[in-house]
T-cell receptor, first 113, second 115 residues
Framework: QKEVEQDPGPLSVPEGAIVSLNCTYS??????FMWYRQYSRKGPELLMY????GNKEDGRFTAQVDKSSKYISLFIRDSQPSDSATYLC?????????????FGTGTRLQVTL | EPEVTQTPSHQVTQMGQEVILRCVPISNHLYFYWYRQILGQKVEFLVSFYNNEISEKSEIFDDQFSVERPDGSNFTLKIRSTKLEDSAMYFC?????????????FGDGTRLSIL
């Protein structure tokens, strides 16, 4: 079983739709959970960062973590064409003196007009 | 907003040659990382670096790889004798502190093509 599983998509939605992106994980040692957005030929850009179960909201984005189910989600409200990108979930455990991110494969999102 | 910068954006190298990828982390950050992303695959951890030494490295980071912070601003990844399978995007990241408050911020990467 992979440590982090993420549906690769592609996911195509009309402008204004609510988007739900999900990842599951198998390692209970993961303590911190992130969502990054990656545009073509660019690096991962941090969107959300959470470390406890529950919801965290930032503008049109909501990150949800359920540690008991080992499941995290990112919701995008009122999606825009500019949201078209690949969304990467990433997880972190503290090992010794440094952190180490484990990424999902990424979900490619296309928001159409 | 401060950002991580990487140079060059694209590096083409003959197999067997040495290559150095350069990064300027965010200025007040203390922890530095390299990741790679082979085309169509996920981003993978290579190495973390703190206080002028490697904190952790993955199985990918073998003796052909080395990292260095030659001065107060640069952080480099050297591949001593490149192989075809080293072709990938290489991302540098930095963070201010461990864990709870400061996650990793990434540069836009160097695309390494081995011929």
């Amino acid at each position: 079983q992979k440590e982090v599983e993420q549906d690769p998509g592609p996911l195509s939605v009309p402008e204004g739709a609510i988007v739900s992106l999900n990842c599951t994980y198998s390692n209970s040692a993961f303590q911190y959970f992130m969502w990054y957005r990656q545009y073509s030929r660019k690096g991962p850009e941090l969107l959300m960062y959470t470390y406890s179960s529950g919801n965290k909201e930032d503008g049109r984005f909501t990150a949800q973590v359920d540690k008991s189910s080992k499941y995290i989600s990112l919701f995008i409200r009122d999606s825009q064409p500019s949201d078209s990108a690949t969304y990467l979930c990433a997880m972190d455990r503290l090992t010794g003196t440094a952190s180490k991110l484990t990424f999902g494969t990424g979900t490619r999102l296309q928001v159409t007009l | 907003e401060p950002e991580v910068t990487q140079t060059p954006s694209h590096q083409v190298t003959q197999m067997g040659q040495e290559v150095i990828l350069r990064c300027v982390p965010i200025s007040n950050h203390l922890y530095f990382y390299w990741y790679r992303q082979i085309l169509g695959q996920k981003v993978e951890f290579l190495v973390s670096f703190y206080n002028n030494e490697i904190s952790e490295k993955s199985e990918i980071f073998d003796d052909q790889f080395s990292v260095e912070r030659p001065d107060g601003s640069n952080f480099t990844l050297k591949i001593r004798s490149t192989k075809l399978e080293d072709s990938a995007m290489y991302f540098c990241a930095s963070s201010a502190v461990l864990g709870s408050n400061q996650p990793q911020h990434f540069g836009d990467g160097t695309r390494l093509s081995i011929l």
